[in-house]
């Protein structure tokens, strides 16, 4: 079966530290991977999206970058993190290639970033 | 304009009893896909339900069944015989287009919901 691990839980870095958080998935090939942003109370905003290695879409223009050095990891990263970067920051995986519309998307567990 | 609209920011339920969560959507688009996830506060999303906008029929997955009303454009959610471990926000998602490569998704703003015992 497919799981996907996203790491840390939680994190607590001061403004203007770098980012990088990782997620990886087992038990598939050539997933669609996902990164999106919850602030608190709120809904998902997608932020990045792949359908494979090297490929990388952006939703948002932010100080926030993605990447995807292997097929089944997925990487956010920032150079110097904002305020406004604090929120629930949730990996998500779908089947790639598979072009009908009933695939839902699966989550990781989220890593909590507070920004101090 | 919003694509998914989920006007209940927080809604009480008894224990037991049915409870129905909205969710409206917009699309030109003559193929999609709702789905419906549950988070509990530990933050994990949770696929609950799949309906398709050429499904013929309601889904339906246990105590979860979705009421589509498809020239109404709303996908809403029930919940039969609601239990204390329901409570959490609930998200409405559509995924517009058949041939969508990235299959990605659009998430309404969730609905908290509570079980009272």
């Known amino acids: 079966s497919q799981t996907i691990h996203q790491w840390p839980a939680t994190l607590v870095q001061p403004v203007g530290s770098p980012l990088s958080l990782e997620c990886t998935v087992e038990?598939?090939?050539?997933?669609?991977l996902y990164w999106y942003r919850q602030a608190a109370g709120r809904g998902l905003q997608l932020l990045f999206y792949s359908v494979g290695i090297g490929q990388i879409s952006s939703e948002v223009p932010q100080n926030l970058s993605a990447s995807r050095p292997q097929d089944r990891q997925f990487i956010l990263s920032s150079k110097k993190l904002l305020l406004s970067d604090s929120g629930f920051y949730l990996c998500a995986w779908s089947q790639g290639r598979d072009r009908s519309s009933n695939q839902p998307q699966h989550f990781g567990d989220g890593t909590r970033l507070s920004i101090l | 304009a919003q694509k998914i609209t989920q006007t209940q920011p927080g809604m009480f339920v008894q224990e037991k009893e049915a409870v129905t969560l909205d969710c409206t959507y917009d699309?030109?688009?003559?193929?999609?896909?709702l789905f419906w996830y549950k988070q509990p506060s530990s933050g994990e999303m949770i696929f609950l339900i799949y309906?398709?906008?050429?499904?013929?029929q309601n889904a339906t997955e246990g105590r979860y069944s979705l009421n589509f009303q498809k020239a109404r454009k709303s996908a809403n959610l029930v919940i039969s015989a609601s239990q204390l471990g329901d409570s959490a926000m609930y998200f409405c998602a559509m995924r517009e287009g058949l041939w969508n490569a990235g299959n990605m998704l659009t998430f309404g703003g969730g609905t908290r919901l509570m079980v009272k015992p």
């Open positions: 699309t030109s688009d003559p193929s999609y896909g």
């Open positions: 038990g598939t090939s050539n997933p669609n």
């Open positions: 309906q398709g906008s050429y499904d013929q």
